[in-house]
Protein backbone atom coordinates (compact mmCIF):
# COMPACT_ATOMS: atom_id res chain seq x y z
CA UNK A 1 0.00 0.00 0.00
CA UNK A 2 1.04 3.38 -0.26
CA UNK A 3 2.48 5.82 2.45
CA UNK A 4 0.29 9.10 2.87
CA UNK A 5 1.34 12.14 4.51
CA UNK A 6 -0.37 15.33 5.30
CA UNK A 7 0.41 19.04 6.16
CA UNK A 8 -0.57 20.48 8.72
CA UNK A 9 -1.81 18.17 11.41
CA UNK A 10 -4.08 20.37 12.87
CA UNK A 11 -4.23 23.93 13.19
CA UNK A 12 -6.78 26.56 14.74
CA UNK A 13 -7.79 29.41 12.76
CA UNK A 14 -9.96 32.57 12.94
CA UNK A 15 -13.35 32.49 11.01
CA UNK A 16 -13.15 34.29 7.10
CA UNK A 17 -9.64 33.18 6.73
CA UNK A 18 -8.27 29.83 4.41
CA UNK A 19 -6.19 26.94 4.96
CA UNK A 20 -4.38 24.85 2.60
CA UNK A 21 -3.64 21.45 3.50
CA UNK A 22 -0.87 18.98 1.64
CA UNK A 23 -1.10 15.47 0.97
CA UNK A 24 1.98 13.82 -0.59
CA UNK A 25 1.85 10.00 -1.35
CA UNK A 26 4.79 8.02 -1.86
CA UNK A 27 3.98 6.44 -5.24
CA UNK A 28 2.39 7.44 -7.97
CA UNK A 29 -1.93 7.18 -7.84
CA UNK A 30 -4.61 8.18 -10.28
CA UNK A 31 -7.66 8.62 -8.11
CA UNK A 32 -7.13 10.69 -5.00
CA UNK A 33 -10.22 11.59 -2.68
CA UNK A 34 -10.85 14.62 -0.12
CA UNK A 35 -13.33 13.75 2.64
CA UNK A 36 -14.38 15.13 5.84
CA UNK A 37 -15.21 13.83 9.37
CA UNK A 38 -17.25 15.39 12.09
CA UNK A 39 -17.10 14.58 15.77
CA UNK A 40 -18.63 11.30 16.14
CA UNK A 41 -19.68 11.16 12.39
CA UNK A 42 -18.84 9.13 9.88
CA UNK A 43 -16.56 9.74 6.02
CA UNK A 44 -18.07 12.42 4.08
CA UNK A 45 -17.13 12.40 0.35
CA UNK A 46 -16.00 16.30 -0.37
CA UNK A 47 -14.05 15.84 -3.68
CA UNK A 48 -11.93 13.07 -6.23
CA UNK A 49 -8.74 14.38 -7.31
CA UNK A 50 -7.90 13.27 -10.99
CA UNK A 51 -4.31 14.42 -11.72
CA UNK A 52 -4.99 16.31 -15.49
CA UNK A 53 -8.48 17.31 -14.87
CA UNK A 54 -11.25 18.97 -12.59
CA UNK A 55 -11.85 17.80 -9.41
CA UNK A 56 -15.18 16.22 -9.03
CA UNK A 57 -17.16 17.36 -6.63
CA UNK A 58 -20.09 15.87 -4.38
CA UNK A 59 -23.29 17.45 -3.21
CA UNK A 60 -22.94 20.09 -0.70
CA UNK A 61 -19.37 21.01 -1.87
CA UNK A 62 -18.41 23.30 -4.37
CA UNK A 63 -15.04 24.87 -5.93
CA UNK A 64 -15.13 28.16 -4.70
CA UNK A 65 -15.54 26.59 -0.80
CA UNK A 66 -13.08 23.72 -1.50
CA UNK A 67 -11.04 24.87 -4.12
CA UNK A 68 -8.50 21.63 -4.87
CA UNK A 69 -5.03 21.02 -6.52
CA UNK A 70 -3.90 17.95 -8.20
CA UNK A 71 -0.33 18.95 -10.17
CA UNK A 72 1.22 15.60 -10.24
CA UNK A 73 0.28 11.80 -9.24
CA UNK A 74 1.93 11.92 -6.13
CA UNK A 75 0.40 15.49 -4.04
CA UNK A 76 -3.13 16.85 -3.68
CA UNK A 77 -4.20 20.09 -1.46
CA UNK A 78 -7.08 21.22 -0.34
CA UNK A 79 -8.21 24.62 0.59
CA UNK A 80 -11.09 25.40 3.26
CA UNK A 81 -11.95 29.21 2.07
CA UNK A 82 -13.26 31.63 4.04
CA UNK A 83 -13.55 29.67 6.97
CA UNK A 84 -16.34 29.13 9.81
CA UNK A 85 -16.76 27.33 12.70
CA UNK A 86 -18.17 24.89 10.88
CA UNK A 87 -15.95 24.08 9.08
CA UNK A 88 -14.50 22.24 12.03
CA UNK A 89 -13.94 19.22 11.25
CA UNK A 90 -10.89 16.30 10.52
CA UNK A 91 -9.82 16.62 6.73
CA UNK A 92 -8.89 13.34 5.36
CA UNK A 93 -7.36 13.02 1.88
CA UNK A 94 -6.94 9.09 0.80
CA UNK A 95 -5.44 7.45 -2.54
CA UNK A 96 -7.05 4.74 -4.33
CA UNK A 97 -4.67 1.33 -4.81
CA UNK A 98 -5.12 -1.66 -6.80
CA UNK A 99 -4.40 -4.96 -4.29
CA UNK A 100 -2.90 -7.90 -5.89
CA UNK A 101 -6.62 -9.11 -6.23
CA UNK A 102 -7.06 -6.30 -9.08
CA UNK A 103 -9.79 -4.66 -6.92
CA UNK A 104 -9.53 -1.15 -5.94
CA UNK A 105 -8.58 -0.37 -1.99
CA UNK A 106 -9.06 3.16 -0.97
CA UNK A 107 -6.16 4.16 2.06
CA UNK A 108 -6.00 7.12 4.31
CA UNK A 109 -3.85 9.60 5.25
CA UNK A 110 -3.42 10.75 9.24
CA UNK A 111 -5.64 13.55 8.48
CA UNK A 112 -5.93 17.04 9.48
CA UNK A 113 -8.03 18.22 12.56
CA UNK A 114 -9.03 22.23 11.56
CA UNK A 115 -10.74 24.26 14.63
CA UNK A 116 -12.20 27.26 13.51
CA UNK A 117 -12.46 30.18 16.34
CA UNK B 1 -32.06 4.53 2.26
CA UNK B 2 -28.54 4.75 2.99
CA UNK B 3 -26.03 2.84 0.78
CA UNK B 4 -24.61 1.11 3.78
CA UNK B 5 -25.91 0.26 7.01
CA UNK B 6 -24.64 -0.04 10.09
CA UNK B 7 -25.51 -0.41 13.50
CA UNK B 8 -23.95 2.50 15.93
CA UNK B 9 -23.45 0.73 18.60
CA UNK B 10 -22.19 0.28 21.11
CA UNK B 11 -21.05 -3.15 21.15
CA UNK B 12 -19.40 -4.15 24.73
CA UNK B 13 -17.59 -7.58 24.74
CA UNK B 14 -15.82 -9.14 27.22
CA UNK B 15 -12.04 -9.81 26.50
CA UNK B 16 -11.44 -13.28 24.92
CA UNK B 17 -14.83 -13.26 23.02
CA UNK B 18 -16.03 -13.04 19.81
CA UNK B 19 -17.01 -9.60 18.83
CA UNK B 20 -19.37 -9.72 15.77
CA UNK B 21 -20.19 -6.91 13.68
CA UNK B 22 -22.92 -6.36 10.92
CA UNK B 23 -23.18 -4.60 7.56
CA UNK B 24 -25.59 -4.10 5.20
CA UNK B 25 -25.63 -2.60 1.58
CA UNK B 26 -28.09 -1.18 -1.25
CA UNK B 27 -26.06 -1.54 -3.88
CA UNK B 28 -26.88 -5.33 -5.67
CA UNK B 29 -24.09 -4.74 -8.27
CA UNK B 30 -21.47 -3.82 -5.53
CA UNK B 31 -18.17 -5.81 -5.92
CA UNK B 32 -15.87 -5.15 -3.37
CA UNK B 33 -16.27 -4.47 0.42
CA UNK B 34 -13.80 -3.30 3.11
CA UNK B 35 -13.62 -2.98 6.94
CA UNK B 36 -11.75 -0.40 8.38
CA UNK B 37 -10.62 0.12 11.84
CA UNK B 38 -10.68 3.92 13.63
CA UNK B 39 -8.96 4.66 16.31
CA UNK B 40 -10.23 7.50 18.65
CA UNK B 41 -8.52 10.76 17.13
CA UNK B 42 -6.81 8.21 14.06
CA UNK B 43 -7.58 7.94 10.74
CA UNK B 44 -9.53 4.71 9.21
CA UNK B 45 -7.23 1.69 9.02
CA UNK B 46 -7.65 -1.23 6.21
CA UNK B 47 -8.02 -4.13 8.11
CA UNK B 48 -9.92 -7.03 5.38
CA UNK B 49 -11.20 -6.52 2.26
CA UNK B 50 -13.47 -9.17 0.63
CA UNK B 51 -15.08 -10.17 -2.98
CA UNK B 52 -16.24 -13.06 -2.98
CA UNK B 53 -19.10 -15.15 -1.37
CA UNK B 54 -18.13 -17.11 1.74
CA UNK B 55 -15.53 -16.09 4.65
CA UNK B 56 -11.75 -14.86 4.54
CA UNK B 57 -9.91 -15.12 7.47
CA UNK B 58 -6.40 -13.14 8.55
CA UNK B 59 -5.56 -13.92 11.70
CA UNK B 60 -8.28 -13.41 14.47
CA UNK B 61 -10.13 -11.55 11.95
CA UNK B 62 -13.14 -13.31 9.47
CA UNK B 63 -14.62 -11.28 6.83
CA UNK B 64 -17.93 -12.71 5.62
CA UNK B 65 -19.46 -11.71 2.77
CA UNK B 66 -23.46 -12.46 1.32
CA UNK B 67 -23.95 -10.91 -1.92
CA UNK B 68 -27.47 -12.67 -2.04
CA UNK B 69 -28.81 -11.66 1.20
CA UNK B 70 -26.36 -7.75 0.32
CA UNK B 71 -24.54 -9.00 4.15
CA UNK B 72 -21.54 -8.07 4.96
CA UNK B 73 -19.76 -9.17 8.64
CA UNK B 74 -16.95 -8.71 10.75
CA UNK B 75 -15.99 -11.14 13.30
CA UNK B 76 -13.44 -10.78 15.99
CA UNK B 77 -12.35 -13.82 17.64
CA UNK B 78 -10.30 -13.16 20.90
CA UNK B 79 -11.62 -9.94 21.37
CA UNK B 80 -9.02 -7.67 23.10
CA UNK B 81 -9.15 -4.45 24.68
CA UNK B 82 -6.67 -3.17 22.18
CA UNK B 83 -9.72 -3.92 19.61
CA UNK B 84 -11.55 -1.26 20.95
CA UNK B 85 -12.35 1.14 18.04
CA UNK B 86 -14.86 2.51 15.77
CA UNK B 87 -15.36 -0.07 12.79
CA UNK B 88 -16.18 0.81 9.26
CA UNK B 89 -18.16 -0.86 7.00
CA UNK B 90 -17.22 0.34 2.94
CA UNK B 91 -18.49 -0.94 -0.49
CA UNK B 92 -17.40 0.13 -3.88
CA UNK B 93 -20.26 0.53 -5.87
CA UNK B 94 -21.56 0.10 -9.20
CA UNK B 95 -20.08 3.34 -9.78
CA UNK B 96 -17.04 3.20 -10.77
CA UNK B 97 -14.51 4.40 -8.14
CA UNK B 98 -16.81 5.12 -5.71
CA UNK B 99 -16.89 4.59 -2.31
CA UNK B 100 -19.77 4.12 0.44
CA UNK B 101 -18.79 4.26 4.20
CA UNK B 102 -20.83 3.13 6.45
CA UNK B 103 -21.42 5.18 9.98
CA UNK B 104 -19.31 2.96 11.97
CA UNK B 105 -20.19 0.74 14.84
CA UNK B 106 -18.13 1.86 18.08
CA UNK B 107 -16.77 -1.88 19.96
CA UNK B 108 -15.70 -1.48 23.28
CA UNK B 109 -14.13 -4.94 24.54
CA UNK B 110 -14.05 -4.52 28.78
CA UNK B 111 -10.62 -6.29 30.33
Known amino acids: SAVISQKPSRDICQRGTSLTIQCQVDSQVTMMFWYRQQPGQSLTLIATANQGSEATYESGFVIDKFPISRPNLTFSTLTVSNMSPEDSSIYLC??????????????FGPGTRLTVL | QKEVEQNSGPLSVPEGAIASLNCTYSDRGSQSFFWYRQYSGKSPELIMS????GDKEDGRFTAQLNKASQYVSLLIRDSQPSDSATYLCAVNGKSFNKFYFGSGTKLNVKP
Open chain 2, 50 to 53: IYSN
Open chain 1, 94 to 107: SVEWTSGSSYNEQF
